[in-house]
């Protein structure tokens, strides 16, 4: 499974339908600060059911609109598509090509599709769930988060890494059975 492709239009600073083409593998992302980097990655997130606005490095939700510039009037909608190739068939649908994508307006609630279809955020999360990929997994690692790897304590840096290693759910469990 892989990214392939990323389309936004109105998200943050993206005004104009831009279109990303990603390759199986390394891609690098360069460009000046503030050029839009750091928002690609909160398209990602946000396509892939993030809820809080906050990781998002917004306070509102309609934040993640295109909400204007010298040359550009604020625009009332935003709209991410991200395309995954599941021709390994690491996410249990009967598809090569999987399409999530998530749209917003300054009035409303998120709206979410899967291939194209509305469907709720659940439908999302529960495809998303134990591959790695989503608002829980660590596939995305943020500017401000690896500082809190590198500088965290014992405790919370072995947390993480459980997370990561998805054997957190069995601690858990082992907990629960404790306190019976
Ligand atoms: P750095 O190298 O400093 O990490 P970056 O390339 O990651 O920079 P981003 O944080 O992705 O930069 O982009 C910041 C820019 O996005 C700012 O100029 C900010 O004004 C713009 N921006 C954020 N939200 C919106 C919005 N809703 N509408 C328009 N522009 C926005
Ligand atoms: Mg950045």
Same mark, same amino acid.
């Given at each position: 499974?892989?990214?392939?492709?990323?389309?936004?239009?109105?998200?943050?600073?993206?005004?104009?339908?831009?279109?990303?083409?990603?390759?199986?593998?390394?891609?690098?992302?360069?460009?000046?600060?503030?050029?839009?980097?750091?928002?690609?990655?909160?398209?990602?997130?946000?396509?892939?059911?993030?809820?809080?606005?906050?990781? =998002?490095? !917004?306070?509102?939700?309609?934040?993640?609109?295109?909400? !204007?510039?010298?040359?550009?009037k604020?625009? !009332?909608?935003?709209?991410?598509?991200?395309?995954? +190739?599941?021709? +390994?068939?690491?996410?249990?649908?009967?598809?090569?090509?999987?399409?999530l994508?998530?749209?917003?307006?300054?009035?409303?609630?998120? %709206?979410?599709?899967?291939?194209?279809?509305?469907?709720?955020?659940k439908?999302?999360?529960?495809? =998303?769930?134990?591959? !790695?990929?989503?608002?829980?997994?660590?596939?995305?690692?943020?500017?401000?988060?690896?500082?809190?790897?590198?500088?965290?304590?014992?405790?919370?840096?072995?947390?993480?890494?459980?997370?990561?290693?998805?054997?957190?759910?069995?601690?858990?469990?082992?907990? %629960?059975?404790?306190?019976r």
């Open positions: 499974m892989y990214l392939k492709r990323l389309d936004i239009k109105g998200f943050k600073s993206f005004a104009d339908n831009t279109e990303l083409q990603l390759n199986p593998g390394l891609n690098i992302v360069v460009g000046p600060n503030g050029c839009g980097k750091s928002n690609i990655v909160d398209a990602i997130r946000w396509v892939l059911g993030e809820t809080s606005i906050r990781q =998002l490095r !917004g306070q509102k939700n309609e934040d993640v609109i295109f909400n !204007g510039s010298d040359k550009k604020a625009l !009332g909608m935003a709209f991410v598509e991200l395309v995954i +190739d599941n021709s +390994d068939h690491s996410l249990p649908l009967d598809f090569s090509e999987i399409t994508g998530r749209k917003v307006h300054r009035s409303g609630e998120s %709206e979410f599709y899967l291939n194209k279809s509305r469907v709720r955020l439908d999302i999360s529960d495809l =998303l769930s134990g591959s !790695g990929v989503g608002k829980k997994g660590y596939a995305i690692i943020s500017q401000g988060e690896l500082e809190e790897v590198l500088n965290g304590q014992a405790l919370d840096r072995r947390l993480m890494l459980e997370e990561a290693a998805g054997v957190i759910k069995y601690r858990q469990q082992r907990d %629960e059975v404790k306190k």
